[in-house]
């Protein structure tokens, strides 16, 4: 039998709806697979716990199958090391960049004090390198705007830590280039002293095309003798706009002696030197495209992104490119996300725990099928040639006739899996970032996190044949889920069943018990106990912010927190909080409104609030289906 593309579209739908049709289905028709006393088991319930254990299944043996393929597998070895000679990985990319003894004084009792929860260790073991690979030429992106000081110095400092057998090749791209923004740039040339800044007048995205090339780079070889400069010829009215900058009086930052206003070519980073850029505020895409570009141009077979609030663990790069090779035909891997402000609040701290399971559950299970839908933002890694493959579709995304301002990686990771590339993770990489501590930026991120999720689902439907069953399964699971919990919601709150709503919310916990007893069992950890509380902000928070999301998804605002202290202080401002926090309070009176009635109906009229819960009361709708519970219903025969 051929696979033909209709048949395994076919195939991908149906073996989908095994999942979805069932569970919307049953949950209609109330159907139910089993009573036991007070309790019955729907048929959406069954799907719901059947999913879940698939889930878990997957994301062992995803665990079990890196295991053995590291095992079998060992690290990698420097690309000039003899394949028959012994040497150490211990090569730190520190010892590559040049760096002052003064600066890492300066640095050392901070690192004491801030990344005391990054474990680093440093081993030299001999081993021989017969039958072993040599390491992929890889680079680093850093894009980031207007970042807090102290977390971008962390993220530096956590770049020069990391170990790899090969120098790598650093670059650092500045979404701006005003005077806020070479506060960076001044960060930048602390971390690695004597290091070039290169003011970008013009966007690389914008340049395509013009000159031929790749992004307006030349794809040529360099050596040293030609100090790896790239020409780039400026378009007429670039050259016209560079003119009245010069005539303007420049600002000091630019009159450092290591910053360099680019005419006629543009400075590529080496083994030994990294280099920031400053380009146009134009958007954290533009800034990755920069920045992807200047490493390919510059001879890298892989790039590994990151956030300019990211702090690594010194085995993350390594960790990464051994994923690369862990099954045929990857084109991209994902790394383990952890919280470093766990500890300032409740929600940084049911945030930590959330994406703990959010990657060591979901995208592990993904993983086992090799379909990551999301490479985060702050650790991932992927090959140039599927870069060279998807970065112009990538850059030229529209969505409603508008150009996308948010959801840059996973739309990155579509098109990697459009183009038939496999995606893993392994929690054997892992960083640490920033969370949100304040209730309405944590609603906001994942306003836009939902908003990539729902438009992305029109470019995931395009690669559903290309990949497991599991990838749409999921898909389907995520996307439905949110909105039977928000029928069940309002049907409960306005049921005249005060005690339904108490059974359905001890049903939620129940689910959320099965993902809190599997990671008691593989991390060892008590704080898990505590996440089934993680439901409150799932219905005060997530919700609303889904539903927000879908109403909004016109609006391409990143929608995200301010970077810079002129942003915070408008940020601030009351009448832009109330603006913002306005479907939270919509929410939020809803969900009082329908409390308060429940309880006046439980007080006021006794009787009718119990019933459904004995066969001596009969239902107020008899016709009507009774969806109590998205995963119990009250027997009502007990």
């Not at 002052?100 to 640095?107: D, I, M, V, Y």
């Not at 990391?162 to 005077?179: M, N, Q, S, T």
Request: glycine share 4%; hydrophobic share 40%.
């Amino acid at each position: 039998m051929i696979w033909s593309l209709p048949l395994k579209i076919i195939y991908s739908i149906t073996i989908s709806c095994l999942f979805v049709v069932p569970a919307i289905v049953g949950y209609a028709l109330q159907i139910h697979v089993t009573q036991r006393s007070f309790w019955a088991l729907g048929v959406y319930g069954t799907v719901v716990f059947c999913f879940i254990l698939l889930q878990l299944s997957f994301a062992s043996l995803n665990r079990f199958s890196l295991w053995r393929f590291r095992k079998r597998n060992p690290p990698p070895i420097s690309s000039s090391s003899s394949a028959t000679t012994t040497t150490t990985m211990t090569t730190t990319t520190s010892a590559t960049i040049t760096t002052n003894n003064n600066s890492k004084q300066e640095h050392q009792q901070h690192d004491d004090d801030n990344n005391n929860n990054l474990t680093t260790i440093t081993t030299t073991t001999a081993t021989t390198t017969e039958n072993r690979r040599k390491a992929t030429k890889v680079g680093l992106a850093v894009v980031g705007y207007r970042e807090e000081p102290m977390l971008f110095a962390q993220c530096l400092e956590s770049i020069q830590r990391l170990e790899y057998p090969d120098p790598i090749k650093i670059v650092v791209v500045v979404d701006g280039k005003d005077a806020q923004d070479h506060e960076m740039a001044s960060i930048f040339e602390k971390t690695f002293p004597g290091n070039p800044v290169v003011v970008l007048p013009y966007l690389l995205a914008d340049k395509e095309g013009e000159e031929g090339g790749i992004g307006g780079l030349e794809t040529k070889q360099h050596n040293e003798k030609d100090n790896r400069i790239a020409p780039l010829s400026p378009s007429p009215s670039q050259q016209q706009q560079q003119r009245s900058q010069q005539e303007r009086p420049q600002s000091s930052a630019s009159h450092s002696s290591s910053t360099l206003q680019i005419k006629d070519g543009i400075i590529l980073p080496t083994d030994t030197r990294a280099v920031c850029y400053l380009q146009p505020h134009r958007g954290k895409r533009h800034a990755m495209y920069t920045a992807f570009r200047v490493l390919m141009a510059a001879g890298c077979d892989a790039v590994m992104s990151t956030d300019s609030d990211t702090r690594f663990d010194p085995q993350a790069l390594i960790e990464l490119e051994r994923a690369l090779y862990w099954h045929p035909n990857i084109g991209a891997s994902a790394g383990d996300v952890r919280i470093w402000n766990y500890k300032d609040g409740l929600l940084s701290f049911m945030s930590s725990l959330r994406y703990w399971m959010a990657f060591n559950i979901e995208r592990a299970a993904q993983s086992f099928n090799r379909c990551v839908t999301c490479v985060s933002g702050p650790m991932g890694l992927y090959r140039t040639n599927v870069l060279a493959e998807i970065l112009d579709d990538w850059i030229k995304q529209r969505f409603l006739g508008m150009e996308c301002t948010y959801g840059d990686d996973r739309h990155l990771t579509n098109r990697v899996l459009m183009r038939g590339y496999r995606v893993v993770y392994t929690h054997y990489a892992y960083c640490e970032t920033e969370t949100p501590t304040q209730f309405l930026r944590w609603f906001k991120q994942q306003t836009r996190w939902s908003k990539s999720f729902y438009r992305e689902l029109i470019w995931n439907a395009k690669s559903l044949h290309k990949h497991s069953p599991w990838m749409a399964a999921e898909l389907f699971y995520q996307g439905v889920y949110p909105f039977v919990l928000l029928f069940s919601i309002f049907y409960i709150l306005w049921a005249h069943a005060p005690l339904v709503l108490a059974v359905w919310l001890v049903s939620l916990m129940a689910i959320a018990s099965i993902k809190t007893i599997y990671s008691l069992l593989v991390t060892r950890s008590i704080r898990f106990l505590a996440f089934p509380l993680y439901s409150i902000y799932y219905l005060t928070g997530l919700v609303p912010a889904k539903l927000w999301a879908l109403v909004s998804l016109w609006d391409v605002g990143w929608g995200t927190s301010a970077r810079s202290a002129s942003e915070r202080k408008l940020e601030n401002v009351l009448c832009l909080q109330i603006k913002e926090a306005l479907p939270i309070v919509l929410w939020v009176l809803i969900i009082v409104a329908g409390i308060t009635y429940n309880l006046a109906v439980f007080f006021l009229s006794p009787s009718a609030s119990l019933q459904g819960f004995n066969g001596h009361t009969p239902n107020l709708q008899p016709n009507v289906p009774d969806p109590n519970s998205i995963v119990f219903y009250p027997n009502n025969n007990y």
